[in-house]
């Protein structure tokens, strides 16, 4: 579990761990950054609490290097990656292994059911469980069990991790993508179901969510330079969205029916968000357009924008 400034949620998420229905041994590794926090604090006291809670550090405060490190001081056959925000059911590793020894493949994962509290944050969550919102990817939107590109979380065979060299520690965002995608080119399988379905909390506020699809899309645009061929539609689609969308309202100044354009995208987007959060209240319903804008626009600038120097440090 890599974690950062968790203070609020380290004892839940932990907790959540050792009371899994698994049969057997369990050992739960926190990676700590350099919080701001009293997450060390709450960590040490887990740790003595419990013989099976141990802590490594992360200095950096970089995801992949807290995976790394984690790994690295584990000593199970199987390795689960946990965030301390995800709330996992008490099956999910019982039922993970369940399917890797079932189906021979290296990781498995399965839904990420991302739940709001806030008006906000169930209008972000509808986005995110949508293909209007993310695309078609499973994991956000579910479907049938199968092999894929790359699943949420994951439980991985360490064999798979030892043989593709863990995470890189380049990538600051994307690493799962990365290193899935290493996996399979190695002749490994990656494997979604959807009898895994772990709870996700979405950002609090627009800010913090165009932050996040900003960054998502500069490091997709990094895998797709270090592996080409991997950028497919769905990657490239809010990217041409932006373009498009910029260029037709450039043209507009002198040819007024290219104003079609981005008139016809807020239509789709307002239109979309409005029919895909049918069962919520109108407040949250008249949030979700602007949660899909977000998601779109910043994933695409991300990726317009993301400097080929990000690539280059990757070599």
């Not at 419990?50 to 550090?57: C, S």
Request: glycine share 12%.
């Amino acid at each position: 579990m890599p974690v950062l400034d968790e203070e609020r949620h380290l004892a839940a998420s932990v907790r959540m761990v050792l009371q899994q229905a698994y049969e057997g041994e369990i050992e739960v590794v926190l990676a700590l950054g350099p919080s701001r926090d009293a997450t060390d604090a709450v960590a040490a006291g887990l740790a003595e609490q419990d013989p099976r809670v141990r802590t490594v550090a992360n200095p950096s405060g970089q995801t992949p290097d807290a995976l790394n490190a984690a790994i690295g001081a584990s000593s199970g056959d199987v390795i689960a990656r946990v965030d301390a925000h995800a709330e996992i059911p008490r099956d999910y590793l019982s039922t993970a292994v369940g399917i890797l020894d079932e189906t021979g493949a290296d990781n498995v994962g399965g839904i990420m059911d991302a739940k709001g509290a806030t008006p906000l944050e169930r209008a972000i969550a509808c986005a995110m469980k949508s293909p209007l919102g993310v695309g078609g990817a499973r994991f956000h939107t579910g479907g049938g069990a199968g092999e894929s590109d790359t699943v949420y979380l994951g439980v991985f065979r360490r064999s798979a991790l030892e043989r593709v060299g863990g995470y890189d520690p380049h990538f600051a965002r994307a690493q799962d993508w990365e290193m899935n995608h290493r996996i399979r080119a190695t002749g490994g399988r990656v494997w979604f179901t959807p009898e895994l379905v772990v709870t996700y909390r979405p950002r609090s506020s627009l800010r913090k969510l165009a932050d996040q699809y900003f960054n998502y899309g500069r490091w997709r645009r990094v895998v797709a330079r270090q592996h080409p061929g991997t950028a497919n539609a769905r990657y490239l689609a809010p990217p041409a969205m932006v373009l498009g969308t910029v260029a037709a309202s450039a043209l507009g100044l002198a040819w007024r029916p290219a104003w079609l354009v981005p008139a016809g995208y807020a239509a789709a987007v307002g239109a979309g968000g409005w029919l895909i959060s049918g069962t919520e209240p109108a407040g949250v319903r008249a949030r979700v357009p602007l949660a899909i804008a977000t998601m779109h626009w910043s994933w695409g600038i991300g990726f317009l924008t993301s400097p080929a120097s990000l690539a280059d440090r990757a070599d």
